[in-house]
């Protein structure tokens, strides 16, 4: 990502290592950003948005070195962690509350096979209740569709009696 892509717009910024694409941001993103340029980046020779602050000082920050910075400063606090952990979890959240297409956008997978293999996942509980609820539906639906027909079908009309007495014949002649 480059200064230049730090527009204000919720679309967001270009981000990606092989084919960029634009990944939306939240309005409350915008400000943590400012506070980055203004008090951690400095003004170095660059376009580039995120910055070396030790070896390579003021270079365009490479995942590498900061993924180990990141692991570093977690283990201190007695933790582990990844950055691609935050990934996962942004992830799996856009899955759960808008969909696998979704999140293929925002993640930049090319295949949305990509993006179920890895997040589309249902526990028990979620297909039982997607079962008892589709079991509802369908018994709800042959309740109101339904309806009794008649055995049989005559073009002129017989008395219940007449209809009676050949369900008679017929049953008895089935034994």
């Known amino acids: ?28 993103w915008w400000p943590l950003l400012d506070d980055y340029l203004n008090s951690e980046r400095g003004q170095p020779d660059t376009v580039a948005l995120w910055v070396g602050r030790r070896q390579g ?8 070195a900061f993924e180990t910075s ?16 935050f990934r996962h979890t942004v992830a799996q959240q856009l899955v759960d509350t808008a969909g696998v297409k979704v999140a293929q956008e925002v993640l930049g997978h090319r295949h949305i096979s ?9 526990d028990e509980k979620a297909m039982l209740a997607a079962l008892t609820e589709v079991a509802r539906r369908q ?37």
């Open 57 to 64: 000082a003021d270079r365009p920050l490479r995942y590498p």
């Open 1 to 28: 990502m480059s200064i230049g892509d730090a527009g204000r717009s919720p679309y967001g910024s270009r981000a990606g290592a092989r084919d960029e694409h634009r990944v939306p941001v939240t309005p409350d």
């Open 139 to 175: 018994r709800h639906s042959l309740l109101a569709v339904v309806e009794p027909t008649p055995r049989y079908a005559f073009p002129y009309s017989y008395s219940s009696d007449t209809v009676a007495a050949l369900d008679e014949l017929t049953d008895g002649s089935r034994r």
């Open 114 to 122: 990509t993006t179920a293999d890895e997040y589309a996942h249902v």
């Open 70 to 85: 990141f692991r570093r400063t977690t283990r201190s606090m007695g933790g582990h962690a990844t950055p691609h952990m």
